[in-house]
């Protein structure tokens, strides 16, 4: 029976109560979907993946704590001082596994959030920018894994201690290395945020509704303070090391739950349609109901058009007469376009 430390024990509880947090998170997502009566779309299947890799995390962290042969807590530090070298062995393979499935589970979210936006937002220069955005994400995932896999020579001196005691082992200080991943994953979570605001500001709705649903997505600003808490307990440059090792531990816990619940919470529009609810929860959600409808639509009408190529495509045909300012082209009337955005929820 493994005898819980104070680091451990708190460990637990946060591992416990973000993913509690992230299942309501997924389930609330998928019934979102649901009233809809829609299938589930890409962006819904890369969040669940990411659910599935955090519970994989969350396993092994936990294990890391409480499993067979482990020290109950958190913390290794100082090395020789609360846990033996199997147990430091064992802990260190969890935290290396754990380090992986990070920085895969981080690329999935920000790849569902990008393709959340180009369901909702169909101007192409906006997807363009998505494209973008999700090949820096990729670049990110490529250099973040080998800094993690290759952090050793020979790689299991990452986790066996013996290893070094012997010599044979020769490690990358690996702090500054996390440290600098941290600080260019919250870049790209910056630009991921910056991207629907320059759209919503555009859109045809009052002040206080453009205010309200920027909000929703400015929510996942909270991805970012994880970012840069997990940053300075990774790191202490006065030493070269963890400034706190349980703290890193705990809030890495709390990026990756934060991160999956925040792709969340633009998608509940559905869940605010009906008159039982806060009617202020309903104003800040109406208008993201309505352009997602749009965007669907738009997509749609597009793709009956492409199985009509003999149709003139010139500015004077009924099709065409209507254009948004920056000269995207609308398959429905401009007047009809806005009214979307513009509607009361109330």
């Not at 109560?17 to 998928?30: D, H, Q, Y």
């Not at 499993?67 to 958190?74: D, E, L, N, V």
């Not at 993690?148 to 070094?164: K, T, V």
């Not at 010599?167 to 260019?184: H, Q, T, Y």
Request: net charge positive; charged share 15%.
């Amino acid at each position: 029976m493994v005898t819980l430390q104070p680091a451990g024990e708190t460990s637990v509880r946060v591992s416990v109560a973000m993913v509690s947090l992230v299942t309501v998170a997924i389930v609330l997502r998928i019934i979102a979907r649901l009233l809809t009566r829609s299938a589930l779309a890409i962006e819904e299947a890369l969040i669940i993946l990411a659910a599935c890799l955090f519970y994989s995390h969350q396993g092994l962290s936990l294990a890391s704590i409480l499993g067979p042969g482990a020290a109950g807590t958190s913390n290794p530090m100082p090395v020789g001082g609360t846990m033996t070298v199997p147990q430091l062995d064992l802990f260190f393979k969890y935290l290396y596994i754990g380090g992986i499935i990070f920085v895969i589970t981080i690329t999935v979210v920000k790849i569902s959030i990008l393709c959340f936006y180009r369901t909702i937002f169909a101007i192409s220069r906006f997807r363009k920018l998505t494209w973008v955005v999700g090949v820096v994400c990729i670049i990110w995932l490529l250099v973040g894994l080998p800094i993690i896999i290759f952090q050793c020579s020979p790689i299991q001196a990452a986790w066996r201690f013996e290893l070094h005691a012997t010599g044979e082992a020769k490690c990358n200080s690996m702090p500054p290395a996390f440290f600098g991943l941290e600080i260019a994953n919250v870049v790209v979570d910056i630009m991921i945020l910056c991207l629907p605001i320059y759209m919503i500001r555009r859109l045809q709705m009052t002040a206080a509704k453009k205010r309200s649903v920027i909000a929703i997505f400015l929510v996942g600003g909270f991805v970012c303070v994880s970012c840069i808490i997990r940053a300075y307990y990774n790191y202490n440059p006065a030493t070269g090391q963890a400034a706190s090792p349980s703290g890193t531990f705990d809030w890495t816990t709390i990026q990756l739950a934060s991160a999956i619940v925040c792709a969340c919470l633009p998608t509940y529009a559905p869940l605010f349609k009906r008159h039982k609810y806060p009617t202020r929860l309903r104003s800040w959600y109406a208008p993201l109901t309505k352009n997602s409808k749009s965007a669907q639509q738009s997509k749609a009408s597009s793709l009956r058009l492409s199985r009509f190529p003999e149709v003139p495509r010139s500015h004077d045909h009924p099709r065409y007469q209507h254009m948004s300012d920056d000269g995207v082209h609308l398959t429905r009337p401009l007047e009809q376009y806005r009214s979307w955005y513009s509607e009361s929820a109330a």
